[in-house]
């Protein structure tokens, strides 16, 4: 049973453009999401985060977008840059019981210069 | 400050085999996890520390798989006997306090392959 699910196993966008890596879940336990990005044999570094109590975070160049009733969260770059390709993780969890992080199966997102 | 320090980075070993790894946590780091990492999927946890004691371990198979942090900081994972399906990286994490949404820090992993 996936709770958190990245249908797009990869993205390609050209630098400068905007990249949009979307993230659904089933549970609705869940209140605190997280976006991780992960370059290759390293381990995955935290991004940004957002609340259940809030529609959208920004930091930078990165925003999270999350629509409750949909059961959805997208992370937006902008503008997007060579050095934020990686393998983005999406991950979720639930107040009560702390600290469990669900993941999803991850974005491979390609910038193309 | 250093990060999550993980060893092996990799591993090969023959099925049946025991094998383990080895993790140090972020100084003052309280919390560690171990997560599994199978080829195109996230990691999943396998069982979470608060100091010595082991909160979460649901998810560990604990027929083939156990784990120990004797001393509340570094922590070990080890599989005996490995099967084919172990194959996977193994990923230790660590956070600074229980009960709050504090950042997991990961570290490198170690890529573990069952021939």
């Known amino acids: 049973d996936q709770q958190v699910k990245q249908n797009s196993p990869s993205l390609s966008v050209q630098e400068g453009r905007i990249s949009i890596l979307n993230c659904d879940y089933t549970n609705s336990m869940f209140d605190y999401f997280l976006w991780y990005k992960k370059y290759p044999a390293e381990g995955p570094t935290f991004l940004i985060s957002?609340?259940?109590?809030?529609d959208k975070n920004e930091d930078g160049r990165f925003t999270v977008f999350l629509n409750k009733s949909a059961k959805h969260l997208s992370l937006h770059i902008v503008p997007s840059q060579p050095g934020d390709s990686a393998v983005y993780f999406c991950a979720a969890s639930v107040t009560q019981g702390a600290q469990k992080l669900v993941f999803g199966q991850g974005t491979r997102l390609t910038i193309n210069p | 400050e250093a990060g999550v320090v993980q060893s092996p980075r990799y591993k090969i070993i023959e099925k049946k085999q025991p094998v383990a790894f080895w993790c140090n946590p972020i100084s003052g780091h309280n919390t560690l996890y171990w997560y599994r990492q199978n080829l195109g999927q996230g990691p999943e946890l396998l069982i979470r520390y608060e100091n010595e004691e082991a909160v979460d371990d649901s998810q560990l198979p604990k027929d083939r798989f156990s784990a120990e942090r004797l001393k509340g900081v570094d922590s070990t994972l080890k599989i005996q006997p490995a099967e084919l399906g172990d194959s996977a990286v193994y990923l230790c994490?660590?956070?600074?306090?229980?009960?709050?949404?504090?950042?997991?820090?990961f570290g490198p992993g170690t890529r573990l392959t069952v021939l």
């Open positions: 957002i609340s259940s109590i809030k």
């Open positions: 994490a660590s956070s600074s306090l229980a009960g709050s949404y504090n950042e997991q820090f």
